[in-house]
């Protein structure tokens, strides 16, 4: 048994009618990316868009030379834990 603390997440899709939201239980060690997989996952997509988190005027996602955005730190690199530390308890996911 592990004591692996889990942040307990609501997903919502905007501007669906009716509302389609999900709750998902996310370990905090968790990357963005793997976010990204769970969410694909809890949803059902198929990974097909580009996309990337906000989250206090950051820019998290995946860099390709397709989109290049600036400012846009690798969210393989950035753990929810670090996130919650900074006292982040929204993030906006877009997929373009």
Known sequence: MSNETIARLHINLSDMAPEVWRHVDVPLTASL???????????????????????????????????????????????LGTLKERGVRKYAKCQI
């Open 33 to 79: 990316k793997m976010l990204q997989d769970i969410v694909q996952a809890a949803v059902g997509w198929e990974n097909y868009h580009l996309w990337m988190f906000e989250a206090e005027g950051r820019r998290y996602g995946v860099p390709t030379p397709e989109w290049p955005e600036r400012g846009l730190t690798a969210a393989k690199s950035v753990k």
